[in-house]
């Protein structure tokens, strides 16, 4: 047998948790042909001499925001250079499937942090679909760089068959026929092959435009008899309901858990629950994570709690930071986009009396610590402030931390950069969360709040925790990262043994190191040209392959990267190893 490439001399893991070992890999015709100890017939095909390096699956995401995105840079270069072959987007009930651009838009872009103008122009272009099978064969047509799953979003569905007005309405109710119809797409969208339904239950997620800005998401409006009538669909099917809590009202998780046991509906309902996390602003409650999630599967459940394994580090300009949504005083700053308005605001006195009292209320539910002695300045223009925190400023002013905090927003505006740590800053506490079995890798929301953080490498920043600090062995980590991810949602992904699609990375594990914890900026030419936060870590990532095509080697991508189709739309329930003829050859080719 010829093989189109062959990786030679790397520790090979399989994606299952099993053994490791140092193998020779031959690819053929996008999927695995051969894993040997011996020496392969190198004849005809591209060798990749990688002894000492780590072979394995590639990575999977299955929480990002790529939804606008991918439609304009299908190539999704961001998540295939550290690694990443399969993304997962529609989350948080979030999804183009349905509605319009206009609505889309305001229903993306303050929640996400992404430029509303972007999303509008993109949507507006390149929409042609109006509905799952229509969307899924638009995705299909894009040159993918990774693989794509998706899930539908219950506000895409909620606000398609009300109107968004209606949607977002706490007093409307749908009708019966109304609740029948999102049943029938939801139907429809399953039978496609997607993962299952996305849920919002936090009203802190607002929408942006015009027309009803600063109401909550159409799906925190829904009713226990629309959402258990749309549950029933997913348990019947056995597919994934992706939730997030309400979080201003933490004892609603208990009817929750309950549904994902699902002993009055005769079946389970399998969830993915966001989020598992250190959290500084209540360090307690990591502690019940594991058992709350054991206790509703000893019961019968399928539950699992989504977990990003690194330090959930957030950069902000001025207040534009999604965490001030859980004040009153902030959701109303945010609420105005004219900046003359908001400083008007921001300079009142009584307004200011109103966000110190929010701010000092140490009973409030919170994920942000409010600690602006943990908030520290990394540019203004001001440069006397640099370095410092908005608490050490205030000290040296002598005003509260919050006047100093809005004093330098009215001054400076956006130009004020600050970041803050919010939750896994423990070394020790993070490493038993992301050893919980109850636990899923992901929530990296790629594509989301482009200038607030930059998670796309967290696959890598696992693996060197593992290899440094033992609480998990490096075969576990990659199972975790991988094989599991792909089984629980029933996806051909994360494996990498014959037969298996070619889906892998090439790691340097000499290269694990503290360039992982580097924040870059890079252009985002779909939306402007404006500058999002990123990691770079091209040593680290030998190669990347997609369907056996070679997509990112050497720190450049292959210049067939999104312009000729090398990843695919991963339905539910695939056969191991499929591969679409369309993603066969030299990914440095165009699309013809």
């Known amino acids: 047998m010829g093989y189109d490439v062959i990786i030679r001399g790397a520790r090979w893991f399989d994606g299952t948790g099993g053994p490791s070992a140092v193998r020779n890999l031959g690819l053929k015709d996008g999927r695995v042909a051969a894993v040997s100890a011996a020496e392969l017939d190198a004849e005809g095909a591209e060798v990749v001499e990688a002894a000492g390096k780590w072979v394995m699956p590639g990575f999977l995401d299955i929480h990002t925001h790529y939804d606008a995105e991918v439609l304009s840079e299908p190539g999704l270069g961001e998540s295939v250079r550290h690694g990443v072959t399969t993304v997962v987007f529609g989350s948080c009930s979030l999804s183009t499937v349905h509605v319009g651009p206009l609505d889309a838009a305001d229903l993306f872009s303050r929640v996400e942090a992404v430029p509303r103008e972007h999303v509008l122009a993109t949507l507006e272009e390149k929409k042609t679909w109006t509905g799952a099978r229509e969307y899924i064969a638009a995705l299909e047509d894009l040159p993918l760089g990774p693989n794509v799953a998706t899930f539908l979003g219950h506000s895409d569905l ?63 409006h829904a009713g226990r008899a629309e959402r258990r009538r749309l549950y029933r669909i997913l348990r019947s099917s056995g597919r994934v309901l992706q939730s997030v809590p309400n979080l201003s009202f933490p004892v609603a998780l208990i009817p929750a858990l309950w549904s994902a046991i699902g002993w009055t509906e005769g079946r389970r309902l399998r969830t993915s629950y966001l989020t598992a996390a250190d959290v500084k602003a209540n360090p307690l409650i990591m502690h019940i994570m594991g058992p709350v999630a054991r206790l509703v599967n000893r019961l019968g459940a399928d539950f699992r709690w989504q977990h990003l394994p690194v330090p959930f580090q957030v950069y902000a300009d001025g207040i534009d930071l999604v965490v001030f949504e859980e004040l009153g005083a902030g959701a109303a700053a945010l609420h105005l986009k004219d900046q003359v308005e908001r400083n008007a605001l921001l300079r009142d006195e009584g307004y200011r009396r109103r966000f110190r009292r929010e701010y000092e ?59 803050t740590t919010i939750s896994n800053h423990r070394p020790k506490a993070l490493n038993k969360l992301s050893a919980l079995p109850e636990v899923q890798m992901g929530f990296s929301d790629a594509g989301a709040h482009l200038r607030n953080m930059a998670f796309y490498n967290f696959p890598l920043r696992l693996l060197r925790r593992a290899r440094d600090e033992g609480f998990m062995t490096i075969e576990r980590a990659v199972h975790r990262l991988t094989g599991e991810l792909a089984s629980w949602y029933g996806l051909d992904a994360g494996h990498l043994r014959e037969g298996d699609r070619a889906d892998l990375v090439i790691v340097d594990p000499a290269r694990l190191d503290s360039t992982l914890d580097e924040i870059k900026e890079a252009p985002v030419e779909a939306f402007g040209g404006m500058m999002r936060m990123v990691n770079r870590n091209d040593a680290t990532v030998t190669a990347t392959y997609v369907a056996g095509n070679r997509v990112f080697a050497e720190g450049e991508y292959s210049p067939g990267l999104g312009r000729r189709r090398t990843g695919r739309y991963l339905r539910v329930g695939e056969p191991a190893g499929t591969v679409d003829p369309r993603t066969l050859g030299n990914a440095d080719a165009t699309l013809t």
């Not at 993962?195 to 027309?211: A, I, Q």
């Not at 994920?367 to 908030?375: E, I, L, P, S």
């Not at 640099?386 to 130009?415: C, M, N, W, Y």
């Open 361 to 419: 209320n140490k009973f409030s539910p919170r994920v942000w610590h409010r600690d602006f002695y943990d908030a520290h300045i990394v540019d203004c223009p001001d440069e006397s402030v640099i370095g410092r925190s908005f608490g050490q400023v205030g000290d040296e002013r002598g005003v509260h931390p919050v006047d100093a905090f809005l004093d330098l927003v009215v001054e400076h505006g956006t130009k004020v950069r600050w970041h």
């Open 158 to 220: 909620r606000a398609a068959v009300m109107g968004l007005g209606r949607s977002t309405d706490g007093g409307a109710r749908p009708s019966d026929a109304e609740i029948r119809k999102m049943e029938l797409l939801l139907v429809d969208a399953l039978r496609a092959g997607m993962l299952g339904m996305s849920e919002m239950r936090n009203p802190w997620d607002k929408l942006d435009g015009e027309r009803y800005r600063s109401r909550t998401l159409p799906s925190t």
